[in-house]
């Protein structure tokens, strides 16, 4: 089962920040959070991970709250193509040749609607 | 730089019936993984390969078999094929760098699996 929670359905008008919100309260000290979307008829598409520390790429920011109970990604001016579904996993950095290594665990998402 | 590849595109199987599906991963990468995605759902783990052996496995039956070449392709098989395994196919490649795996997966577009 996916260990975090997510909305199942978000609207966001075009050309606003879009912020997208996942709760992983069981999340161990070596786990990271991933962001991943897939949008219709596509295969997944990787966004963004994060340890502890807040994180921003050419796509997103990653906000991690100090208990690393929940976080929030935030597309800061989305646009129509930005419609998908996101994933929030998080996962074990696994070490080579452990148990550990690889797996994604997908839950149900969150399905981003951006409007004109 | 060409990435994750799949092919078909699309398969129409009956019941009973035996497949085959294959990925060639992302130029530079050496692990692979296949996932399963029912409508509606988001994708579920079947396993995944690296160096040719398979390394961790979902809770997928014996009917679920694959194989990694030297090259670093995969295919995927599925033997006596219910109504049920009818699903989106995903294959991801990632790279294994050093002792950890914390790696984003590039997932490749699918095929899409119908079985009558």
Redo the contacts between chains.
């Keep these: 089962d996916?260990k975090t929670t997510q909305p199942p359905s978000m609207d966001c008008a075009e050309g606003r920040a879009a912020n997208l919100p996942c709760n992983h309260s069981t999340i161990s000290g070596n786990e990271?959070v991933?962001w991943y979307r897939q949008i219709h008829s596509?295969?997944?598409?990787?966004i963004i991970?994060g340890l502890k520390n807040n994180e921003t790429n050419e796509m997103a920011s990653l906000i991690i709250t100090e208990d690393r109970k929940s976080s929030t990604l935030i597309l800061p001016h989305a646009t129509l193509r930005d419609t998908a579904?996101y994933?929030c996993i998080v996962?074990v950095?696994?070490?080579?040749g452990s148990?550990?290594?690889?797996?994604?665990?997908?839950?149900?998402?969150t399905t981003l609607q951006v409007k004109p | 730089d060409a990435g994750?590849t799949q092919s078909p595109t699309h398969l129409i199987k009956t019941r009973g019936q035996q497949v085959t599906l294959r990925c060639s991963p992302k130029s530079g990468h050496d692990?692979v993984?296949w996932?399963q995605q029912a409508l509606g759902?988001?994708?579920?783990?079947i396993f995944?390969y690296?160096e040719e052996e398979e390394?961790?496995r979902?809770n997928f039956p014996d009917r679920f078999s694959g194989h990694q070449f030297p090259n670093y392709s995969s295919e995927l098989n599925v033997n006596a094929l219910l109504l049920g395994d009818s699903a989106l196919y995903?294959c991801?490649s990632?790279l294994?760098q050093?002792?950890?795996?914390?790696n984003?997966?590039?997932?490749?577009?699918?095929t899409r699996l119908t079985v009558l």
């Design positions: 996916a990271y991933y596509q295969g997944p598409q990787y991970h579904v994933y996962r950095a696994g070490s080579h148990s550990n290594t690889g797996k994604l665990i997908f839950g149900q998402g | 994750v692990t993984s996932y759902q988001g994708p579920q783990f995944q690296y390394r961790q979902g995903l991801a990632s294994e050093g002792r950890m795996t914390y984003e997966q590039f997932f490749g577009p699918g």
